[in-house]
Every structure is written in structure tokens, then in C-alpha cells.
């Protein structure tokens, strides 16, 4: 059993930054397990925003290339999310998610991919 909860999220202007937290409460050792980042906004599918494996496998989807980045601390259970240069389309609920590696690899930022999911923390950027 794998427990998620996520910290960071708030309201930021466009150009902002925020920092995503999300520690794992679990007998597993966390290098098992695959850490991804999802989000979603009102209206729209869940959709895959970057993923770290435990063998440094990286991915992000191409809407957060080069503006956020997915890291990982194993000894502490957490993953995080560096987002800079937020844009108001960045705007949704994100979601942190976990499974084991060689479940999730084959499909890193694909839903269905995960079976442990935090509650969600919200993202809003605005003027």
C-alpha cells in the first residue's frame, strides 16, 4: 500500500515559479517505484506532465519541456515539481502518481499506467 500526498501548489502570476512536493508514505523502498506528475484542468482528460524512474528514465510532455523539472529524493520518500515561466494554460489540479517500475515503463506518462495517486494540489496562474 502506497500513500501520496502533495504540497506546493498555490496561485502564482504568469512568469511565476512554484515547487510541487510529494512524499510517499509505504514499507517499499521509494527506488522501486516509477514517480510521475499529472494535472488536470476543468473540462479536459487527465494528462501526463513529466515522470522519473528509479533507473532515471526521464519524460515530460512537450507543453513543459524546458519550463519544468521532475526530480526525486528516495531517501525521503518525495518527488518534486519545479515549474518556472508558468503560463495561465498551466492551470489545473496536479497530481502526483507512483507504481512500480516495470509497471509503469512501458507508458511513463499514461494514466492508466499508475495505481497510487495523491489528492491533488492546486496550480492557478493569473493576472
Known amino acids: 500500500q502506497v500513500q501520496l500526498v502533495e504540497s506546493g501548489g498555490g496561485s502564482v502570476q504568469p512568469g511565476g515559479s512554484l515547487r510541487l512536493s510529494c512524499t510517499a508514505s509505504t514499507s517499499e523502498s521509494n527506488s522501486r517505484f516509477y514517480m510521475a506528475w499529472f494535472r488536470q484542468a476543468p473540462g479536459k482528460e487527465r494528462e501526463g506532465v513529466a515522470s522519473?524512474?528509479?533507473?532515471?528514465?526521464?519524460f515530460y510532455t512537450d507543453l513543459v519541456k524546458g519550463r519544468f523539472t521532475i526530480s526525486r529524493d528516495d531517501a525521503k520518500k518525495t518527488s518534486y515539481l519545479q515549474m518556472n515561466s508558468l503560463k495561465p494554460e498551466d492551470t489545473a489540479m496536479y497530481y502526483c502518481a507512483a507504481d512500480f517500475y516495470w509497471r509503469a515503463r512501458l507508458r511513463p506518462l499514461d494514466h492508466q499506467s499508475y495505481t497510487y495517486w495523491g489528492q491533488g494540489t492546486q496550480v492557478t496562474v493569473s493576472s
Open positions: 522519473l524512474s528509479s533507473e532515471g528514465d526521464i
